[in-house]
């Protein structure tokens, strides 16, 4: 069975500093791996994707994350924090084979200090 | 493109009461999730349709809960009868075929049961 763990469900960073959001899979076999953020109210929205091909993949507002199998690890980060990068970030995986389900890890809520 | 509605935003009941949440998804999309986040579980997978047809529900938590998608365009989640325990976001998200896609989700039913 798949699973997500996000490492911290609390982040707190400076203005301007690095962004480092921790994301752990398991798995049988590699599987799609996905960043949403939240805003309050709101749904979820994709930040990036990695499902085959190039490992380092680049989404919106700056943040990046790499895919690294030896690690099964998908990390985000940002060089440089902005204020409203305050969210709620969720680290997610889909099967490249069977169901459909998209599993959800807990979540980070990245907090953006003046 | 609208994006997922979903209705109503907010919904207050008392207890014993049949709620029922509705959904549109994006036209096109062939797969469409039911999710309900709270503090306590985060994100859980209820159920999701494929072509209107109703794949995998073993996310539902009770009997109380039922979901149809009588057509491509609308889908609905029914609570009958609804428990305090049941106050959670619900959201609707839907994607086209293929499980590269990532999902496109609205902006949730905020349900309060008392």
């Given at each position: 069975?798949?699973?997500?763990?996000?490492?911290?469900?609390?982040?707190?960073v400076?203005?301007?500093?690095?962004?480092?959001?921790?994301c752990n899979y398991s798995s049988s076999v590699p599987p799609y791996l996905f960043w949403?953020?939240?805003?309050?109210?709101?749904?979820?929205?994709?930040l990036l994707k990695y499902t085959t091909g190039a490992t380092l993949v680049k989404g919106i507002n700056g943040f990046e994350a790499e895919f690294k199998k030896s690690e099964t690890s998908f990390h985000l980060t940002k060089p440089s924090a902005h204020m409203s990068d305050a969210a709620e970030y969720f680290c997610a995986v889909s099967p490249n084979t069977g169901g459909f389900k998209t599993i959800f890890g807990a979540g980070t809520r990245l907090f953006v200090k003046a | 493109d609208a994006g997922v509605i979903q209705s109503p935003r907010h919904e207050v009941t008392e207890m014993g009461q049949e709620v029922t949440l509705r959904c549109k998804p994006i036209s096109g999309h062939?797969?469409?999730?039911?999710?309900?986040?709270?503090?306590?579980?985060?994100l859980e997978l209820l159920i999701y349709f494929n072509n209107n047809v109703p794949i995998d529900d073993s996310g539902?938590?009770?009997d109380r809960f039922s979901a149809k998608m009588p057509n491509a365009?609308?889908?609905?989640?029914?609570?009958?009868?609804?428990?305090?325990?049941?106050?959670?976001?619900y959201f609707c998200a839907s994607t086209p075929t293929g499980r590269k896609a990532?999902?496109?989700f609205g902006n949730g039913t905020r349900l309060t049961v008392t």
């Open positions: 069975a798949q699973s997500v763990t996000q490492l911290g469900s609390h982040v707190s400076s203005e301007g500093a690095l962004v480092l959001l921790r949403y953020v939240q805003y309050p109210n709101q749904g979820l929205q994709l | 062939d797969y469409l999730f039911w999710y309900r986040q709270t503090m306590m579980r985060g539902m938590p009770e365009s609308f889908s609905t989640l029914k609570i009958q009868p609804s428990e305090p325990r049941d106050s959670a976001v990532p999902l496109h």
